[in-house]
């Protein structure tokens, strides 16, 4: 990021800088959540305790709009200058820096920001995508698969019935119905992150007056 000496200003803990999509977007992550649950209540569904494989992934994707939320609470809770120099400062911008992993087993862990967290961290392995006949299939993680299998069959059968499940497509085209141009393209998770703060934080010093202004 480009930086303006103006820094302190920009990221100084306080008030949410609310962007006009973030309701929105909160909306559709809600509605994601309620159905992600209904598929795992009527499945017995559950991640294995404390796994945090699939944060690992270098294939965890989202979008500067679905992250508006996450940049939101980062930005109030004065932590996002810390998020985007840590961008800055490794290349690699991987894996999720949200991701808080167990130091002796990197593969246990947890999401540092679970409740703001994008649509992809939410739907995998809980909700339905369309095959080319037009049924519905799970998405299914490997890691259930092997643990808990029973459940995984379960939920398949839930998912092909339709009931209240989610559909990643269904989001993917609500998120587009928001802000098409942001619910696109999908980034690396870091990356997502970090523009969404940006794009937030300019917001929020183009409406706050500035000091020595008339209007301070
Ligand atoms: S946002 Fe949270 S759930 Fe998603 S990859 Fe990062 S740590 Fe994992």
Redo the contacts with the bound molecule.
């Keep these: 990021m480009t930086t303006t000496g103006n820094e302190g200003r920009l990221f100084s803990a306080g008030p949410s800088p609310q962007d006009r999509f973030t309701p929105a977007v909160r909306a559709v992550l809600a509605e994601i959540d309620a159905g992600t649950e209904r598929l795992s209540r009527a499945s017995g569904l559950r991640c294995p305790p404390n796994c ?1 494989a ?2 690992l992934s270098p294939e ?1 994707t989202a979008s500067v709009l679905e992250c508006l939320p996450l940049a939101d609470h980062l930005l109030a809770s004065g932590r996002a200058q810390d998020f985007l120099a840590r961008f800055e400062a490794d290349p690699t911008h991987r894996p ?1 820096f ?2 808080e992993a167990d130091p002796l087993d990197p593969e246990r862990g947890r ?4 409740e703001h ?2 649509s992809l ?1 939410r739907l995998f392995g809980f909700s339905a995508r369309r095959r080319k006949d037009g049924s519905a299939e799970l998405i299914a993680c490997i890691r259930h698969k092997s643990a808990i299998p029973e459940a995984v069959q379960q939920a398949q059968v839930a998912a092909s019935r339709e009931e209240g499940v989610a559909f990643a497509g269904d989001s993917a085209l609500a998120l587009a119905g928001i802000d098409p141009a942001l619910a696109r393209p999908l980034l690396p ?1 870091n990356e997502a992150v970090a523009k969404a703060i940006e794009r937030l934080a300019l917001r929020h010093s183009l409406s706050s007056p500035r000091p020595g202004s008339a209007s301070e």
Excluded: F, K, S
Aim: a neutral charge; one cysteine or more; glycine letters at 14%.
């Design positions: 945090g699939c944060c965890v999720c949200l991701y999401c540092g920001e679970y967290r994008p961290c998770i």
